[in-house]
T-cell receptor
Framework: GQQVMQIPQYQHVQEGEDFTTYCNSS?????IQWYKQRPGGHPVFLIQ?????EVKKQKRLTFQFGEAKKNSSLHITATQTTDVGTYFC????????FGAGTRLFVKA | NAGVTQTPKFQVLKTGQSMTLQCAQD?????MSWYRQDPGMGLRLIHY???????DQGEVPNGYNVSRSTTEDFPLRLLSAAPSQTSVYFC??????????????FGSGTRLTVV
């Protein structure tokens, strides 16, 4: 069945450093979604990518969808303490399957 | 709009007991799903529904039942609770318009402990 792998599992950064999380699917995806979950909270939808090779930006966050529509990445420039949490990708094939997430720790 | 409402927020069950986790949304979303979240394992899909009267199994359906008699409600039933079902459960809903899918709106979760 469809599997979505996400790396790294966690990352510690100093405030101001950049951060990237990667998402890979075993199958071609119709689209990919990214979510953020703050500690103790629920996942919150960030963005959806649909087109092959698509790149979208939200302030310091840059999202990319691979040419083959099987991988994606989220890059945060100059992290801030407000960025802490777990970032999930979700592959929307027939079912929406989530990766295990990357937990981001930011040290001030 | 209240969004996605889950009840209860916390629950402790004894092994073998049954219970229903409630989920309701007031956004007229056709898609609804149940996920469980365990440490280090992300969100795993239990059951999902693409509309009233239509449900299907996700990645980890064993021990759970669902029904979707209305667009608004999507209850999750634990048939005979086991300690392995200790987890945080999230209900989520989404929709599509003119062939475009939109992101999930999640409820605040139910933290379930089975002893």
């Amino acid at each position: 069945g469809q599997q979505v792998m996400q790396i790294p599992q966690y990352q510690h950064v100093q405030e101001g450093e950049d951060f990237t999380t990667y998402c890979n699917s075993s199958t071609t995806l119709s689209n990919i979604q990214w979510y953020k979950q703050r500690p103790g909270g629920h996942p919150v939808f960030l963005i959806q990518l649909v087109k092959s090779g698509e790149v979208k930006k939200q302030k310091r966050l840059t999202f990319q969808f691979g040419e083959a529509k099987k991988n994606s990445s989220l890059h945060i420039t100059a992290t801030q303490t407000t960025d802490v949490g777990t970032y999930f990708c979700a592959g929307k094939g027939f079912k929406t399957i989530f990766g295990a997430g990357t937990r981001l720790f930011v040290k001030a | 709009n209240a969004g996605v409402t889950q009840t209860p927020k916390f629950q402790v069950l004894k092994t073998g007991q049954s219970m229903t986790l409630q989920c309701a949304q007031d956004m007229n979303h056709e898609y609804m799903s149940w996920y469980r979240q365990d440490p280090g394992m992300g969100l795993r899909l239990i059951h999902y529904s693409v509309g009233a009267g239509i449900t299907d199994q996700g990645e980890v359906p064993n021990g759970y039942n669902v029904s979707r008699s209305t667009t608004e409600d999507f209850p999750l039933r634990l048939l005979s609770a086991a300690p392995s079902q200790t987890s945080v459960y999230f209900c989520a809903s989404s929709y599509s318009r003119q062939g475009k899918n939109y992101g999930y709106t999640f409820g605040s979760g139910t933290r379930l402990t089975v002893v």
